[in-house]
């Protein structure tokens, strides 16, 4: 059993959950995700690590409240405890490859849109602590649905927009893309961008006009975490690829989004009976 420690409501619906799960917090990665199950009967449902305590030994998990497992979880309170955290899964953010030096002289930019601040944030956190402040832009349709903008100001410069303009810049997060570069001459040779598909899509198209190598992460198309149900098939660059095995981050210059939001749609045909509905949101989208 894994014993929630902590249930904190980050925005209406969006909870942020910390469960003692000593030896995924040993070997978790920036990018990599867990696979939680509330009962010995549950689903299996996949959860990006958004942060970790290696010497508490604890998991921060982000999740929203939309569909049947995810409101299951959400209703679970401290001192209650997951059947299974299992983990951790996925590769790392490519990020943790490069050699120190060549990481520090690194421009990057970050684009995280509705529960992306969740999979950002521990990538945004693991630069700071070598020594590399990143520009984090944060979008949201309002002011009261930002998550970790305190924590994630800590840690790189921050930059708000949001649909109704209620805070920072208004419009979408491609505009703030575009006065950054633009306007106010900024320059970056490395982007991840993590949000809603359609936000990944227009987001990459942006940055391939200024010809900034970008990553998306497809974490929201995975279901059983292991590959093995193919409902996280995607094409990237003409080829079939496996978001749980082999993501769930790719070249975001490359990713067929099209294919990718029609897959999303088949699981939210019926969303009174289909469990299944509850996955785009434990990831962002």
């Not at 749980?244 to 990713?255: A, Q, R």
Request: proline share 6%; charged share 25%.
């Amino acid at each position: 059993m894994y014993p929630i420690l902590s249930k904190t409501l980050l925005a209406p619906h969006i909870y942020e959950i910390v469960v003692d799960a000593p030896r995924v917090a040993r070997s978790g990665q920036p990018g990599q995700f867990v696979i939680v199950r509330t009962d010995a009967k549950g689903e299996r449902i996949p959860l990006t690590i958004c942060d970790y305590d290696r010497e508490k030994g604890s998991v921060t998990l982000v999740i929203q409240e939309i569909g049947i497992s995810s409101r299951k979880i959400c209703a679970m309170e401290a001192g209650d405890a997951f059947a299974d955290v299992a983990g951790p899964l996925g590769r790392p953010s490519d990020l943790l490859d490069l050699p120190a030096e060549e990481l520090k002289k690194k421009r990057i930019l970050f684009v995280a849109g509705g529960l992306g601040t969740a999979p950002v944030y521990p990538q945004v956190k693991w630069l700071h602590e070598q020594g590399v402040e990143a520009d984090v832009i944060i979008g949201a349709k309002n002011k009261d649905m930002f998550t970790y903008v305190e924590p994630m100001r800590k840690v790189g410069r921050v930059h708000l927009c949001t649909d109704d303009g209620s805070e920072g810049f208004h419009g979408m997060v491609t505009g703030l893309i575009e006065q950054l570069v633009e306007k106010e001459g900024r320059e970056f040779d490395h982007c991840v961008i993590i949000g809603p598909m359609i936000m990944m899509k227009f987001g990459a198209m942006t940055t391939k006009k200024y010809g900034i190598p970008t990553i998306v992460s497809l974490n929201a198309l995975m279901v059983d975490g292991t590959g093995m149900c193919g409902a996280c098939r995607v094409t990237v660059d003409g080829k079939t690829r496996f978001t749980c095995v082999e993501g769930p981050e790719f070249d975001g210059h490359l990713v067929d989004y099209d294919e990718a939001m029609r897959r999303q749609a088949m699981y939210k045909e019926n969303p009174k009976t289909n469990p299944e509905t509850h996955k785009c949101s434990c990831h962002g989208n």
